[in-house]
């Protein structure tokens, strides 16, 4: 990148440095505001596992607490999403840094794990949300 | 019998050895005083570089048992201990033109690139700015002014290791400074050049820069008032 070049953004670099400059803004303050979401979300899922897991758990009391219960199913559907938008950056980040990845690359294995994680996740909620009727 | 120090000192560029001397002890003996002592003494082509020997013009730092100083303010009794000995190697993350003197330009273009210089409108033929020492801005401008530019934040920063182009903790500390000054007109430029990919934003939050710093700053505070900065005006579509 050449700094000189940021002044008017006139110019295809110029350009593309501010693009690139205001996305790296934006990806910081996603990051940030899902932190604030995972933080809470984690410290919810610890308390209430604690509280559920009292006396053991079997697969069918999970189940039967779980399915049709919407407010859990959308409390862990929030925090997958959390999930998927703050690993991905962080992942890029170290990818960058660490591994020596270039831009285009950090951002395809991001993304890839992004859409990892969020189908991953929700699909996971779903199967314990669902009412099924057993086989 | 004066007591005598063990001091092993750089010799070379970035290749070369450490060569060691024997230095009598003194009284309130700094570092400076030390490698001073070798040169005028036991090795006239040793090369370093100083110039106030006061703690001002920030010329002098060299690593110092594995830490950048300022050495003209480490007394040796801070840095040895009993009986021990004193390493003395050029600043880490610069190139090395001889012995103990790095080559600073890198350091200082990255002050040019964070787009270090103030810019303003008056002229002399204008009234003084009028600014509240008190303001928010004026304080926090204040907090980072008095960088001396020794580059000991840079050869303590991690990040600068890993990534060089990254613009370091002196650079940005001094955007910082000139974020907050009101007067200032290149206000977007500069958000746009310190939110590049070797910004503000590459920074890991480790501290070293504010550990180390001899004035006693915190580049690190900076940097994170910078990605504040940088945040709200990506949100405005200011950048």
Redesign the interface.
């Known amino acids: ?1 050449n ?1 000189s070049a ?2 008017d ?1 006139s110019s295809e670099p110029a350009a593309q ?2 693009a ?3 996305a ?6 996603w990051q ?1 505001i899902s932190a604030m979401v995972l933080a809470l979300c984690v410290l919810v899922h610890l308390v209430v596992m604690v509280y559920a897991v009292r006396g053991g758990l079997s697969a069918a009391e999970i189940l039967g607490r779980t399915q049709g219960n919407w407010a859990f199913g959308s409390f862990y559907a929030v925090f997958v999403i959390a999930c998927a938008v703050h690993v991905p950056v962080g992942v890029a980040n170290i990818a960058r ?2 591994w020596g990845l270039r ?1 285009h690359a950090a951002r395809v294995l991001s993304l890839a794990l992004a859409l990892l994680l969020l189908v991953a996740g929700l699909r996971a909620v779903v199967a314990v949300v669902m009412v099924t009727t057993p086989a | 019998m004066t007591a005598m120090l063990k001091v092993r000192v750089w010799r070379g560029k970035s290749k070369g050895a450490f060569s060691t001397y024997d230095v009598p002890r003194q009284g309130s003996q700094t570092v400076l005083d030390v490698v001073t002592h070798i040169q005028r003494h036991l090795e006239p082509t040793l090369s370093y570089r100083f110039a106030c020997r006061v703690g001002m013009c920030g010329s002098c730092a060299m690593t110092v048992n594995g830490k950048a100083r300022w050495t003209c303010r480490t007394h040796v009794a801070k840095v040895v201990e009993e009986g021990g000995q004193l390493d003395i190697a050029p600043l880490a993350n610069l190139p090395v033109i001889k012995d103990l003197a790095t080559d600073m330009t890198e350091f200082f273009d990255k002050w040019a690139r964070a787009k270090g210089q103030f810019k303003g409108t008056k002229t002399r033929h204008d009234d003084f700015a009028r600014i509240s020492p008190s303001s928010p801005e004026r304080v926090a401008a204040n907090a980072g002014i008095e960088c001396i530019g020794c580059g000991v934040c840079h050869a303590s920063c991690d990040v600068v290791t890993w990534r060089p182009d990254y613009l370091g903790p002196a650079a940005l500390n001094r955007a910082w400074t000139l974020v907050n000054d009101v007067r200032d007109v290149n206000q977007t430029a500069r958000l746009r050049a310190v939110a590049g990919d070797a910004g503000c934003h590459a920074c890991h939050t480790q501290g070293s820069c504010t550990e180390r710093c001899p004035k006693q700053l915190a580049p690190t505070l900076a940097i994170a008032g910078l990605k504040r900065k940088v945040a709200k005006a990506a949100v405005r579509g200011e950048l």
Do not use: F, H, K, N
């Not at chain 1, 790296?24 to 303050?29: G, L």
């Open positions: 990148m700094p940021l002044d953004g440095a501010i690139q400059a205001i790296q803004a934006r990806r910081w303050y940030r840094e660490w831009e």
